[in-house]
C-alpha cells in the first residue's frame, strides 16, 4: 500500500464528492462551490473503514427547527473529525451528538452512493481497509 496522509484522503474525498453521491435530501441544493453538502453519512463510513473509532450522529438545527441529521467521526485516540462540517454556512449548529452502531446491512438508499464514493477514493489513493463487516455494513439514516 502506497502511503498517504490526511491531506491526500480530504482530498481524494474532495475529488469524489458529486451530485450523484450527495443525498437526496440535498440533492437539489447541491452544488459545487459546496461539495460536502449531503455526504457527511457516506464519508464518515468511508474514514470509519480507514480509520475504526466511533460514528457519530447529531441533529442539525437552523432558526430553532431541526433539518436532519450530520455524521462525523471520533477516532480511536478520541479526536473527533468531521470532513464535512464546513457544509454548514446558514447558521445551523449541531446538537444532542451520539455514537451510533454502524449501520447493518447495506441501506438501498445510500448504498450505490457510498460505492460510488469509495470507488472514486481508491482511484485516488489506492486500496482500503474493507468496511466492517465487509459487503454486509452499509450506509442509513438521513445524511447531511
Do not use: K
Not at 1 to 27: E, F, I, K, V, Y
Not at 42 to 67: P, W
Not at 105 to 123: A, C, M
Amino acid at each position: 500500500m502506497t502511503p498517504w496522509n490526511l491531506h491526500d484522503l480530504d482530498r481524494a474525498l474532495r475529488a469524489g464528492w458529486a451530485a450523484d453521491t450527495c443525498s437526496p435530501d440535498d440533492q437539489s441544493d447541491w452544488h459545487t462551490a459546496n461539495p460536502a453538502l449531503g455526504h457527511c453519512d457516506i464519508t464518515a463510513l468511508l474514514v470509519n473503514d480507514i480509520f475504526g473509532g466511533d460514528l457519530m450522529l447529531g441533529e442539525v438545527h437552523r432558526d430553532g427547527r431541526q433539518h436532519g441529521f450530520h455524521w462525523w467521526n471520533r477516532l480511536p485516540s478520541g479526536v473527533e473529525l468531521d470532513l464535512t462540517r464546513e457544509q454548514f454556512r446558514a447558521g445551523q449548529t449541531i446538537t444532542a451528538a451520539r455514537v451510533v452502531e454502524r449501520p447493518p446491512g447495506p441501506s438501498p438508499r445510500r448504498w450505490e452512493e457510498y460505492l460510488i464514493l469509495r470507488r472514486r477514493v481508491v482511484e485516488h489513493l489506492g486500496t482500503l481497509p474493507e468496511p466492517a463487516g465487509a459487503g454486509e455494513a452499509g450506509p442509513s439514516g438521513s445524511a447531511g
